[in-house]
């Protein structure tokens, strides 16, 4: 689903990640842990396609297509999402117009027709039950004045509409309770099927007791330092990331 | 600039003769008001650039353009089509002339009158007299007196409310050669009255015009005026219109300027709140694109204990475009409990464009509530990737965004059907002219 190659991305002038090697079968959910500044949002940035982050070196193959040139609209009408760490608020724009917007021009892209009015209510009446969204957060400006953990399932309710093949979350479980977290977590698994490919990122392990992945990666320093099973995350949790800074400042 | 001085003053050499075609002509204190606003606008000469109130804004075109006024002739000449939102009541002046046959002005209840500028001076000359300020104003409102033509004059007899809202359209730059339009336009409501105003400037032509409006609103014990003008004159327009208004005890005072055309405007409102619970509220937002300048300028006067101002003035800048909010309000000694509020926001979506804002406040009374803010700045890129990651594409997410920062100013207007019609103009402006999508 997901192939990344040798991946070097400057932000800014500056190198952030130094040669990413990756590679995402379908149905799989990967977790990517690192300390801070490891370039974690960076790399999830990269694959949406976010101006400002230049690919200096390597490619990203999604479903063998290197996408490197892509738009980020083009990136997300052919599969992949990337659910916000701080999803931006934008007053004045109902939350169900943007969903609308955003669920047409996926099927447009597919060649189907726009959903009428009655259908797309009908559809996101379905997405929302589980989710314990209330009607008032669809009518309500996109995220303006949510909290926080109505915004993470707001990113879990567009992803559930448009259904990508490869979804990137992004420091989802950053800034829940721990009820919150459960929902939303609840609403990843839901929507974890053979077909879609997810790259969870993450600072804490907190977030693998919820939503467990197939595979773990350590990033530091811009590389991926260790790839193991899920008892990788619990080691990290033991013995923090001390030992990849070590392994970071040597390099 | 140093050629301005050796430059005749505009308008004089048409405006000495005497002009005895105006109307009221034969009034005796009509000729003496016009007189003096003639020798007060010979006395103050043209704004220049080197006076505070106008240090931003340039009336070249009247250095470099000569018009001749707008007269009988002007205003038969035909007009296409006509804007209208509400399909009731509607005044309209063609080149700032009256029109009968265009006007429809069924309909108002009882206590409600609506007429032309030179309807009043024929028909109620003292009355009009009481209404018509000949003692203040700047250079161009001076002008303005002496060479006034015709305009709308709105009477709202106490414990009157007009439902439907009025319609008033200024049809410009209809001619062949570069005319000027000088109108002069009273609100008054009496104590107790309602009324809702949309005034549109537009244009049917491509000669270079400019008009210079002046309307005088007095607002009785419990008056409530709301008024909103459309502007969209073409870009050889040159506008400048100045709303002088004062309000007693419990009147309310609303205005909403939508600025979308002319090569320049100059808005200005000038607000006396001279009794206890007085209000007004001052929205705008400017839609300026190509070298075009659009300024705005506020000042509110509290005189006295508890009355409240709000204004907010947001706008898009586009191209080399150049926009200007000068707003002040001013806390007189005894106007003790006053909340004064003014916001300027401004999207640049040009390196070229720019904005020049100055919000000022003069206090003088020590128990107030006073607050003002101006910013501006770009898209921002974190919220147009946020909608693009969605697969919706960037020149539509850029629009979006556009009117999501507009959605504040517009969310103040109460009437739905007006609302409506202002976003569809500013989704009209926005580029690609829609949203190639249903936003129900």
């Known amino acids: ?251 | 600039m140093s050629t301005q001085n050796e430059q005749p003053l505009p308008f004089t050499g048409i405006l000495d003769q005497s002009p005895g075609t105006l109307p009221g002509a034969d009034l005796d204190w009509m000729r003496d008001l016009r007189t003096r606003g003639y020798a007060r606008y010979v006395e103050q000469g043209m704004p220049t650039v080197g006076e505070e109130a106008w240090k931003y804004t340039h009336l070249k075109t009247l250095e470099d353009t000569v018009f001749r006024l707008a007269g009988e002739d002007d205003a038969t000449q035909a007009v296409d089509s006509l804007p209208s939102i509400f399909g009731g009541v509607r005044l309209v002046f063609v080149n700032g002339i009256y029109r009968a046959d265009l006007s429809t002005e069924d309909d108002l209840p009882t206590g409600a009158t609506l007429e032309s500028f030179a309807a009043t001076a024929t028909r109620d000359a003292n009355w009009l007299q009481s209404q018509l300020d000949s003692s203040s104003g700047d250079a161009l409102v001076s002008l303005n007196t002496a060479a006034m033509r015709d305009g709308y004059v709105l009477h709202v007899g106490k414990n009157t409310a007009v439902a439907a809202p009025i319609e008033v359209v200024f049809v410009g730059g209809v001619s062949d050669d570069p005319i000027a339009v000088f109108t002069r336009n009273v609100i008054a409501m009496d104590e107790g009255s309602e009324a809702q105003l949309v005034i549109h400037r537009c244009s049917a032509g491509d000669a270079p015009s400019f008009s210079n409006n002046v309307t005088s609103v007095s607002l009785g014990q419990n008056a409530k005026i709301s008024v909103t003008t459309l502007q969209e004159e073409n870009d050889t327009a040159t506008t400048f219109s100045s709303t002088h208004v004062n309000a007693v005890r419990d009147s309310v005072f609303q205005s909403l300027a939508l600025s979308a055309g002319g090569q320049l405007s100059r808005t200005e409102q000038h607000v006396e709140l001279n009794g206890e619970g007085a209000h007004c509220q001052l929205d705008g937002t400017y839609l300026v694109r190509g070298s075009s300048h659009c300024d705005h300028t506020t000042r509110v006067d509290h005189l006295v204990p508890n009355t409240t101002s709000n204004e907010m003035f947001k706008g898009v800048l586009d191209d080399a475009a150049r926009a200007v909010f000068q707003g002040k309000i001013i806390v007189h000694p005894d106007a003790q409990h006053t909340d004064g509020r003014m916001l300027n926001k401004t999207m640049l979506l040009s390196d070229k464009a720019e904005i020049d804002s100055k919000p000022e406040l003069e206090i003088y009374a020590d128990d107030v509530k006073c607050a003002h803010g101006a910013t501006s700045g770009q898209i921002d890129e974190t919220a147009l990737f946020y909608l693009q990651s969605r697969g919706i594409p960037e020149a539509k997410a850029r629009n979006l965004l556009v009117q999501s920062f507009l959605g504040e100013v517009i969310e103040r207007i109460d009437n739905e059907t007006l609302r409506e019609a202002i976003t569809e103009k500013i989704v009209s402006w926005l580029p690609g002219g829609d949203m190639g999508g249903d936003n129900s």
């Open chain 1, 1 to 251: 689903m997901l192939e990344i190659k040798n991946l070097h991305v400057t932000v800014d002038g500056t190198e952030i990640l130094k040669g990413i090697d990756l590679s995402i079968g379908s149905g799989e959910m990967h977790a990517i842990m690192g300390p801070n500044g490891s370039g974690k949002s960076t790399l999830s940035y990269t694959i949406a396609g976010r101006d400002g982050y230049d690919v200096t070196e390597g490619e990203i193959l999604f479903k063998g297509e290197n996408i490197v040139d892509m738009k980020p609209e083009e990136r997300a009408v052919n599969g992949i999402f990337l659910a916000f760490q701080y999803p931006v608020e934008i007053p004045g724009v109902a939350n169900t117009t943007f969903l609308k917007e955003a669920l047409n021009a996926v099927r447009r892209h597919r060649g189907e027709d726009d959903l009428d009015a009655m259908q797309f209510v009908r559809m996101l009446r379905e997405k929302v039950k589980d989710l314990g969204i209330a009607d008032d957060m669809l009518k309500r400006a996109v995220n303006a004045g949510f909290s926080g953990g109505e915004k993470k399932r707001n990113e879990v309710l567009q992803m559930s509409v448009l259904e990508p093949a490869l979804a990137v979350l992004d420091e989802t479980d950053s800034g829940l309770d721990i009820d919150a977290l459960k929902i939303v977590a609840d609403g990843v698994n839901r929507l974890r099927s053979p077909d879609r490919s997810m790259l969870m990122i993450t600072h804490y392990q907190r977030l693998l007791d919820y939503i467990v992945p197939d595979y773990v990666h350590v990033l530091a320093g811009g590389r991926i330092q260790r790839s193991g099973g899920k008892e990788l995350a619990m080691e990290l949790e033991k013995n923090g990331y001390a030992e990849f800074a070590a392994e970071d400042a040597a390099a």
